[in-house]
């Protein structure tokens, strides 16, 4: 009965041009399920292929153009590749079908009928990251480094053990067409690096990225599933058309680029939030769209929608003033080029955009190796310092940024998600985060799980967990799947004062029908006082969910110190609970928050109160170093 409603409403979640689509779709699938019954090898599946001289001449040179050949001094030599929670050794054999956990993945079967979503057989994410071949070029690059054939060897030896135990259509790895897309572009990166060591393997890695890119562009994430997933596919596959069409006539660039022409606007708000609201998205579409900028510029055409790529970089670096961005939304940890072994994608994806926009977004220590591969000699680069505003609004996309002093604050107005599906949206209107000397304290819970352990999927996404009110452990929007919601919270920012001494924020949102959540954030510098007063007209819980590392103390009833440098004070009585974190995909530690339930038909407003510096609430009122604020005439209520 459950699939039958996922079903259902994964149906009411198409527009009506989506339906036919999907059945042609569907149609395809089971063509392809008999004209490849037989194993059919991805080199293979166009005989028509014709790798000339001059045609591998050509391409050579559009490389030679594009990707910068003496980053190659820096590469790490680390022999363990971590997946996730795991970690697996690039130097020895590799099942490309292990899932997480130690289950294994039936490779024989057609790829349409292993179910991998809705179960708790295994991680599809871990599987799928170990078969995106991240590593190929660093070891392409460790050869280059070192002239060690042991480095050339086992790369061959990977990519033609995965290209046997991974025929077309056969197995996990050919479900999906953005990884399917990745896939082949690290491939080409791997050729570029090798490319004048011309033999059987470099024509091997072309013929592999123009069947893999030939099956995407055939097989695209439209209507309601164009998220994330068809921007990588396009500017994949548009970059690899350009490199590839000396050997092999296709229209994979116009095509690509046409589609990116169309897609950015509707996927990006005009103040440069990615409406998916999650922040890895946003930055795994600006990473694509900054490298896919980078091919037009380099082949002497004007960059794509450079005015958004700019809005979302400011947002992204605004994000990371706190020291670290917080991960609003889901997160897999998804990466697109990682070959010197970078741990923060944030800080190398604001250095490439840095270098890009010329304009110091983030201050770093040292150059990542994957910046200067993709835009050149960049030592010579002055930057231009950028400099945040203590309140930066985002309107459009639905947050509000406060940093000033040692405060950082994020105030979250925005919708769920995007589209239909809302499929990597939170159930988090309201949530504020807050940070501290650089160091998280009231943070987001992280999302842990997306395939399997549907309970803690569902957890990571549930309001309560989320530093918001909720009611009787209702959630604000309703799930109907890990990546589908069905009735949505619709939030709004009322209202922003530039006040004297501060700032001071409103916002609501219906998530519980006709009861309104009202919530007004207020920070006052003089004190860096944040001041939290929710609204509402029945019993309900204000919820908080403090970082893992955080220490906490009660004092009283309704007030606690937090890491000995903090004090918070609430209205009505807190009570201290355990909770869950995800700071990495597929990884969740213990940590703590706050329980207040609060009579809101006996007092409308519940207060909480931080500041590093010792206060008295009492009767709608704040002493503070003998000053007393009062918070009815403060937040206007």
């Not at 599809?124 to 392409?140: D, G, K, S, V």
């Amino acid at each position: 009965m459950k699939k039958i409603n996922w079903y259902y409403n994964r149906l009411k979640a198409m527009s009506p041009a989506e339906i036919p689509y999907r059945f042609i779709q569907l149609s395809k699938k089971h063509y392809g399920r008999w004209k490849y019954s037989e194993n059919t090898s991805v080199l293979e599946l166009d005989s028509n292929i014709n790798l000339s001289k001059k045609g591998i001449d050509e391409t050579n040179k559009r490389l030679e153009n594009l990707y910068y050949k003496d980053f190659l001094s820096v590469i790490s030599k680390q022999e363990n590749l971590k997946i996730f929670n795991g970690n697996i050794s690039i130097f020895k054999e590799i099942d490309w079908h292990q899932g997480s956990e130690g289950f294994q993945w039936d490779f024989k079967s057609f790829s349409f009928d292993i179910p991998f979503r809705n179960s708790d057989k295994g991680e599809i994410r871990y599987t799928w990251e170990i078969n995106r071949h991240l590593f190929f070029p660093r070891l392409a690059a460790l050869y280059k480094q070192t002239g060690q054939e042991e480095y050339l060897k086992i790369l061959k030896k990977h990519f033609y053990d995965w290209v046997d135990k991974n025929p077309f259509y056969k197995g996990v790895n050919w479900s999906s067409s953005m990884e399917i897309s990745i896939r082949a572009y690290q491939w080409i990166l791997t050729y570029s690096i090798l490319k004048e060591k011309n033999s059987k393997f470099t024509e091997d890695l072309l013929k592999g990225s123009i069947n893999s890119i030939n099956y995407v562009m055939k097989n695209l994430s439209k209507y309601s599933s164009a998220n994330n997933h068809l921007i990588l596919e396009v500017a994949i596959a548009s970059i690899i058309g350009f490199i590839l069409e000396p050997v092999y006539k296709q229209d994979w660039f116009q095509k690509g680029y046409h589609i990116l022409e169309k897609e950015i606007p509707k996927q990006v708000y005009s103040d440069g939030v990615n409406k998916e609201q999650a922040v890895h998205y946003h930055a795994f579409v600006l990473d694509i769209l900054i490298q896919y900028n980078i091919v037009l510029q380099k082949k002497g055409d004007s960059p794509l929608h450079e005015d958004t790529l700019y809005k979302m970089t400011k947002f992204l670096g605004c994000l990371s003033q706190s020291g670290s961005v917080p991960e609003i939304g889901d997160s897999d940890d998804a990466k697109i080029v990682c070959f010197g072994g970078y741990t923060n994608y944030y800080q190398y994806l604001l250095q490439l955009a840095s270098f890009y926009f010329r304009k110091q977004f983030i201050i770093s220590e040292k150059i990542y190796p994957e910046i200067e591969f993709l835009l050149g000699d960049i030592q010579s680069i002055n930057l231009e310092y950028i400099e945040y505003e203590e309140l930066s609004l985002f309107e459009k996309g639905g947050y509000s940024v406060i940093n000033n002093k040692d405060t950082f604050l994020v105030f979250d107005t925005g919708p769920l998600g995007f589209g239909g599906l809302a499929a990597h949206g939170h159930a988090d209107a309201l949530n504020i985060i807050y940070n501290y000397r650089n160091k998280p304290v009231l943070v987001e819970p992280g999302t842990y799980i997306y395939n399997i352990e549907s309970e803690w999927r569902d957890y990571f996404r549930r309001t309560d967990v989320h530093n918001t009110l909720s009611v009787s452990g209702d959630n604000q929007s309703e799930m109907q799947g890990p990546f589908l919601w069905g009735k949505k919270a619709n939030a709004i920012l009322e209202n922003v004062e530039k006040l004297e001494n501060g700032f001071l924020l409103k916002g609501k949102h219906d998530g519980y029908d006709s009861s309104i959540h009202h919530r007004a954030v207020c920070y006052l510098k003089k004190y860096e006082l944040l001041i939290i007063a929710d609204r509402f007209d029945k019993e309900a819980d204000i919820n908080y969910t403090f970082d893992s590392l955080v220490q906490i103390k009660q004092q009283t009833s309704n007030s606690l110190i937090i890491n000995d440098e903090l004090y918070l004070n609430t209205s009505s009585d807190l009570q201290i609970i355990e909770k869950y974190v995800s700071n990495k995909f597929m990884e969740k530690i213990k940590s703590s928050g706050l329980l207040i339930n609060h009579n809101f038909i006996n007092n409308p407003v519940h207060y909480t109160i931080i500041s590093p510096y010792s206060f008295v609430l009492k009767d709608k009122c704040i002493v503070i170093n003998n000053e007393e604020i009062n918070l009815l005439k403060l937040l206007g209520e």
